[in-house]
């Protein structure tokens, strides 16, 4: 079965649109949350300050993850451009296209990732 190219590169430019609105919201939510805390500086109860810590790891964690995915969005449109699009990395086999359809950025046909 043949790829419509124009479609996945839609389908693909639409999920980086998504996720780059996603990652300026989540970026400008950081930067407001600690320029408009005016007690950052001021000694808190450790409950409180071991909470935020939690609570901003957590938000970095997401952040990274979405800087993740545009990057690998950004890999498939060039594996778009070069003709590689819907090619397994590791064995050279059509990826499903199900799979593509699923997850547009797929390099591999079975989840290699562990999660």
């Known amino acids: 079965m043949t790829i419509d190219l124009d479609a996945a590169r839609q ?3 639409r999920d980086l649109d998504r996720v780059m609105r996603l990652l300026e ?3 400008r939510e950081l930067g407001a949350d600690a320029a408009a805390d005016p007690l950052a500086n001021v000694d808190q109860r450790a409950a409180d300050q071991g909470s ?3 609570e901003r790891g957590m938000d970095l ?4 993850e979405l800087e993740t995915e545009a990057g690998e969005l950004r890999a498939a449109l060039e594996r778009i451009d070069n003709g590689t699009y819907g090619i397994d990395e590791v064995t050279g086999e059509p990826i499903a296209p199900e799979r593509l359809e ?3 950025a797929a ?3 079975a989840d290699t990732s562990g999660r």
């Open 25 to 27: 919201e989540r970026r």
């Open 11 to 13: 389908r693909v430019e």
């Open 102 to 104: 699923a997850f547009p």
């Open 107 to 109: 390099r591999t046909n």
């Open 52 to 54: 935020e810590t939690v």
């Open 61 to 64: 964690t997401l952040l990274n």
